[in-house]
């Protein structure tokens, strides 16, 4: 009897209340219990006795794989720490290091290249276009009147150098002042005595055209 009066009365509040209300009203507890999830699902991971506890600060993804205090990737300008959490990216870190790891960067500001250990650290001094591919401390090209030396960093071209020597390198040539040609060694040195039109085709100490003595 009890069962009757109350289905009787479940199907009275149904007959009262629009079917487009009650729709509605499902439809947008729905969306709340969504949102609602995914704001947890944001901040919170499970612990190692599957109960629930924030994810690491700084995270952008939620810690659902990783776990409760770390991070399944790290906002900008952080990135994985060794503990699974999010630290900051090295100093002079342009692209972030959410690859690289904290500490770290997957590609330095300009004037900056790449350590060895993915940090980023200045360039060479007198450099042009920065050090992204060759490295911290070395140079992609060098400033006019320097080229690359040995260990990848900027020097002076040769005294006496025309053109510089990003092709020849830090003591040579690439093309050198009137009245000297290339040495031996890539420098420039003077071309011989009464030479009329220089020696940067035949060499130092060589003539391209001899002047006549009468």
């Known amino acids: 009897m009890e069962y009757r009066r109350l289905m009787d009365h479940a199907n009275l509040v149904l007959r009262t209340v629009r079917p487009d209300a009650i729709r509605l009203a499902l439809e947008n507890a729905t969306v709340a219990i969504q949102e609602m999830s995914a704001i947890l ?3 919170y991971g499970l612990t190692s006795t599957n ?10 993804a939620g810690c659902n794989v990783t776990g409760a ?13 060794s503990n699974g959490s999010c630290g900051p990216c090295s100093l002079n870190c342009a692209a972030g290091c959410n690859q690289t790891g904290a500490g770290k960067c997957n590609s330095c500001d300009p004037g900056y290249g790449l350590t060895s250990t993915n940090s980023c ?20 090209k060098c400033n006019s009147g320097y080229g ?10 040769s005294p006496n150098c025309a053109a510089g020597c990003n092709l020849t390198g ?9 009245g000297y040609g290339i040495a031996p060694n890539g420098s420039c040195a003077p071309c011989s005595s009464n030479c009329a039109a220089g020696c940067n085709a035949t060499g130092a100490g060589q003539c ?7």
Not at 72 to 79: A, E, L, R, T, V
Not at 125 to 131: E, Q, R
Not at 208 to 214: A, P, Q, S, V
């Open 121 to 140: 650290a200045p360039c060479s001094s007198n450099c042009a276009a920065g050090c992204n591919v060759t490295g911290a401390g070395k140079c992609d």
């Open 208 to 214: 391209n055209i001899w002047t006549h003595i009468h």
């Open 148 to 157: 690359p030396a040995s260990d990848g960093s900027c020097g002076p071209c």
């Open 69 to 81: 205090g770390k991070c399944d990737k790290c906002n900008p300008g952080y990135g994985p720490a």
């Open 170 to 178: 830090a003591g040579k040539c690439d093309q050198c002042d009137p």
């Open 41 to 43: 699902d944001m901040d």
């Open 51 to 60: 109960s629930c506890a924030p994810c690491s600060s700084n995270c952008a």
